[in-house]
């Protein structure tokens, strides 16, 4: 399998550990030169449009603005923009709802770190 690498990938979630692990995974999976983390949609949008990353990883349930809106707000800075939703087994519907607005993919939690990795290179690859 061809194991594609961003040269910048952007982790939008509220809880720090969460974003510790993505990054973790990220580092040890080579799958990105630099990474970025912002603590929730406001935030993330922000870091989206000054840093415009190859990919977003986008946790759906958060304060201020949620992962929903921001995917929204990115989608409307660059239509082509990867994102893949974050979000627990309840919130099921909520990714359906995005994969529709046009995120690429998605990881349930609690996921599986090796499973993590294939989704990520999927998404990269992605034209």
């Known amino acids: 399998m061809t194991r594609g690498v961003a040269s910048k990938i952007l982790i939008v979630d509220d809880a720090s550990f969460m974003r510790s692990v993505l990054k973790d995974i990220i580092k040890n999976n080579g799958l990105a030169s630099e990474i970025f983390e912002a603590a929730d ?64 993919d998605y990881v ?9 990795p294939l989704t990520l290179n999927k998404v990269i690859r992605q034209r």
């Open 41 to 104: 949609g406001i935030e993330g949008v922000k870091a989206f449009q000054k840093i415009r990353p190859d990919l977003v990883t986008m946790d759906v349930n958060m304060p201020r603005a949620d992962g929903i809106q921001a995917l929204r707000a990115i989608l409307k800075i660059d239509p082509h923009a990867k994102v893949i939703m974050i979000s627990s087994v309840e919130e099921k519907h909520i990714v359906q709802d995005a994969i529709k607005l046009g995120a690429r």
């Open 108 to 116: 349930v939690k609690p996921f599986d770190r090796a499973n993590v």
